[in-house]
């Protein structure tokens, strides 16, 4: 282990936006009150990282003496980190100033919350996943609660705070017994010993009949899941070099220690049934946060999940892939269902994201190439959806939260065609029809998903995607199909139309030429 | 010339790209009317000079694919090989499609141009309707299933903003719970029940790929050549492959959207929702032909459905008041018989059925908008009566494509319809109930399109004068009606049995079917000959009884009515089925979701958690209660539940 000078180069993206941060903290410090400083700044200096994210796109190395790993992955997910950050900047801008609250420690937030999400991307370790995430989500809390004036903001940030602090616990619980069981928390020593560990016998009967009754077990899944999920190889005793009752109980520690960390990662993208958070913080946070949230932090939820999932387990776990598939469905199926009793925009939004959760978490429960490609890509392609989507909610939002319910859009068209044209992209985009950006995401996952012998896990995604469009139809019938007084209030912000073009531009970029 | 083909798909493009961009600035509808039509107008030359082409040419020549860039690519790294191109396939059926698509598709185009007069969404409109021919050209001649189902959606999209084309105004769904609903939510409608039939669409996509490796036509057929009848896989694919047919084309049970779609302007009916997208579903069939002729329970699927579909909805439109309802409901009974024609293996009738119906059809909703435009908005056939005198030439061509689609002997209907009944009864995969089933719908259609006609054109006039002037439509209207009516009457000779060349031209596309089918050419002349004698018959009597009825004894109707009382209000409720869907599917949906799960669930159920389920929930509850009060300790309740459920998962694997 050593330091090494091609570590910072590996690793450029991740220092550009640290020293860009510093920056930014200096620059107010020294001259404060000028926030658009620090606005130009830490926009020019999420570019600068996306720019050499996108240079580091083929080189493959390790770096920090194996803690980080970079290429093609860690700098695909930060270019999407940079792009959500500089977007999330661009649109952030007016808003704020519409709300007397242009600072810069708005800036400084999303540079380190975007830190931490590289971090997450680039990790080798268990330790960095977690150093990430809590950067990530310590920055988060905060700018959930930017607006320290408002209740509904207050709220929003306190119970983020808690319920994530909750979850963390977990989370750090899982990788101690990860640790425990395996001897390691680096992902290339765990993937080795991984095999071994998961071939071994269950539990002594025993300690399996002190747990839950066999009923409930049986009550809430499908046989096929049951069936599904005992490979026999799973089922097999153990050739490891182990005695076997030390074998055995390792390896249920290692699986209970890889479950509470998929309970970790599963609350950081709002999968069900952790997902109960996202409306609440999703509704008080300052809209551009909100975006900035149910993307990129989303974004780098699932990056942590892919390398978990791939790069530490690998592929062979029959046990997990089902857990997933299970928390996949029923995040697609409560998040869509619920969807379509809400009315208020946001929220709604915010049930749409525990769905494309679901989505996402289908192509890693897949567990094959085609699901970790297709997984990648859905992130992108919702990325440019719903900060689109946000976006053009913050245009929209007044003083007073009014203008938050659905059918204060009504009329829209013929206010502001164009806006309502961009809003109706992204939502027929987020409903999957083709060839928007959104269609091929789900249409790798599902793929993945039916290549997996998981056909009803697609069956399920496809189903309730139908459902979805319902409510996805209900804003643009809305905006188009109905009389009524949507207005912006005041100027609309040069940065966020840029942001709204950009959004749009990629979302049909992504669909008629992926 | 088949290097061109692409272009066919350009024009209509362009169109749609100059009338939506500049549209709104452009006040002159000459100019929008002529840039939409003879976008459209250029597609069909095009198309046409590819058809004489090909006549030319040897018959295994005639199949070309033209790769205009590749569209999907497989992702770095991985090792399946997805790759989809924007390619598109000339062959004898595409062709055939094209040119019905962009033929009915100008014709449509130029009589919207009086139709619209005036409307303040002129430009509007012809950029949906331009956009709604590049969609459904790429479906017609896509190569591969990826693209195919990007026209797929595509039309689906341009049929809901049309039918909400005229957003704001109020519109009756008819039947007992007659309320008036916006035409946005009858776009609505068709969305969603659309969107069902492509669940089906999707799956049967997806398991395609996993199955061949592929999505492209060439190398998806090939490969099934080779697979035995009766693979289970295949019948799975071709199911879920008809339930997207299904949606699309309105068959049992997802029939519902189609009569409501009539919300929408009069040449969409014409074009979308009776010429061409609606046929979406049979062409996906015919072109699948070899996948469905290695499931033949798939193929008894289609013909049953098709059978009951041509049925019930012929039925229904014996009642209907609404002139554009009796066409819809006539649409759905007429697609029925294609896919009839394609249950019992008779794909090239059901082609020259689809054919034939879209001259006809297209002719009998562009004359009922001309009604309607000279009655003011009045669609209630009970309100009219004795138009004839007052609207000569829309008479003369209205009458013309109800003979048509009744069947009347030598029309083009009667030769496609007649072809299709026959396969019915003699194919290795017809009945003669089935065929019983199709000939007595033969009746009422023969039946009802006289009604509509005796009803609308003849009798006394049921108007007010005073309120009412009806004139003869403009040029740009009448013309192309009186084109479609050429075409209604001398269409079908293409296809006459043993004499003309119609099923020869589409034979290579379904060889490949009927080699797996084993279907011989079926000698028997003269039987062939009495079944049309029967079918002739069969339409002259409807044609008669209808004609009796309606002009001499208008009370006989009534009687009838009020005898069969509980039939007339099941014929005139459509069979209940939009209740039956509201109370089974729609109002639980939104309800559960409302109640059950968000108040319930998310709610409720949490917080009652927390009094009612284990201690050790409780305690852990207890401990949370200390720190925060209010819901977002129910929601760490939840959490724990989950994490319950996760680790019971692992313990138990």
Known sequence: MGFQISDIANNAPLFTLVATGLVVILLESAKSGKPNVSFIVSLAGFILSGLLAVGGLKTEDVSFGGMLMNGSYSNFFAIVFCLTGSLTILISKSYLERFGQFRSEFYILVLFAAMGMVLMASANDLIIIFLGIELMSVSLYVLAGFFRTQDRSNESALKYFLLGAFATGFLLYGIALVYGSA????????????????????????????????????????????????????????????????????????????????????????????????????????????????TAAKAAAFGAFVSIAFKMIGSTSGTISNLLAVIAAASMILGNVIAISQSNIKRMLAYSSIAHAGYMLSGIAAANVEGQAGVMYYVAAYACMTLGAFAIVSILERDDAANLSIDGYAGLSAKHPVIAAALALFMFSLAGIPPLAGFFGKYYVFLAAVKADMTWLAIVGVLTSLISAYYYLRVVVVMYFKEGEAAVEGRIGMSTVVAIAVCAYLVVQLGVYP | MITFAPLLVLFPLLGFLFNGVFGWKIKNEKLLGIVGSGSVGLSFILASVIFVQMLGVEESARKQSVEVFTWVSTFTGSSSSFSASVAYQIDQLSILMALIVTGVGFLIHVYSIGYMRGDPGFWRFFAYLNLFIFAMLNLVLADNFLLMFLGWEGVGLCSYLLIGFWYDRKFDIGGEEAGSTYTGHAGMKAFIVNRIGDFGFLMGMLLIFVTFGSLRYDSVFSNATIMSVGTPVLTWITLFLFVGATGKSAQIPLHVWLPDAMAGPTPVSALIHAATMVTAGVYMVARCSILFALAPTSMLVVAIIGALTAFCAATIGLVQNDIKKVLAYSTVSQL??????????????????????????????????????????????????????????????????????????????????????????????????????????????????????????????????????????????????????????????????????????????????????????????????????????????????????????????EQYASRFKKLYRLLWNKYFVDEGYNAVAVRPIVKGSDFLLWKGFDVAVIDGALDGSAAFVNKIASVLRKIQTGVAQSYATAIVGGILFVLTWIVLR
Do not use: C
Not at chain 2, 372 to 389: N, R
């Open chain 2, 336 to 557: 029925g018989y294609m896919f009839l024609a394609m249950g019992v293996a008779a794909f090239s009738a059901g082609i020259f059925h689809l054919m034939t119906h879209a001259f006809f059809k297209a002719l009998l909703f562009l004359g009922s908008g001309a009604v309607i435009h000279a009655m003011h908005e009045e669609q209630d056939i009970q309100k009219m009566g004795g138009l004839k005198k007052y609207l000569p030439i829309t008479h003369k061509t209205f009458v013309a494509g109800a003979l048509a689609l009744a069947g009347f002997p030598l029309l083009s209907g009667f030769f496609s319809k007649d072809e299709i009944l026959w396969n019915a009864f003699i194919g290795e995969h017809g009945s003669p109930l089935l065929w019983l089933i199709g000939a007595t719908a033969a009746a009422f259609t023969a039946f009802y399109s006289f009604r509509l006609v005796t009803l609308t054109f003849d009798g006394k006039e049921r108007f007010d004068h005073h309120h009412l002037h009806p004139h003869e439509a403009p040029a740009t209207m009448y013309v192309p009606l009186v084109i479609l009516a050429v075409l209604s009457v001398v269409g079908g000779l293409v296809g006459i049995p043993h004499v003309s060349q119609l099923e020869h031209w589409l034979d290579p596309v379904f060889d490949p079917a009927k080699i797996k089918l084993m279907q011989t050419e079926h000698e028997g002349f003269g039987l062939e000959l009495l079944f049309m004698v029967v079918s002739g018959t069969i339409a002259l009597a409807g044609i008669w009884a209808a004609r009796k009825v309606y002009l001499e004894r208008p009370e006989v109707a």
């Open chain 1, 183 to 294: 001897g390691s928390t680096n992902f290339s020593v765990i993937h080795n010993q991984a095999p071994a560990l998961m071939k071994n016998q269950p539990l002594p009967d025993s300690v399996v009949q002190a747990g839950l009754p066999d009923s409930v077990v049986q009550a809430g899944l499908p046989d096929s899941v049951v069936q599904a999920g005992l490979p026999d190889s799973v089922v097999q005793a153990g050739d490891s070099g182990l005695p076997a009752g030390q074998a055995g109980l390792a390896g249920t520690i290692f699986l209970l220690g890889l479950g509470l960390v998929i309970v970790g990662l599963a609350f950081k993208v709002a999968a069900a049934p952790f997902h109960m958070w996202a409306p609440d913080v999703y509704d008080g946070a300052p809209t551009p946060a909100t975006g900035f949230m149910a």
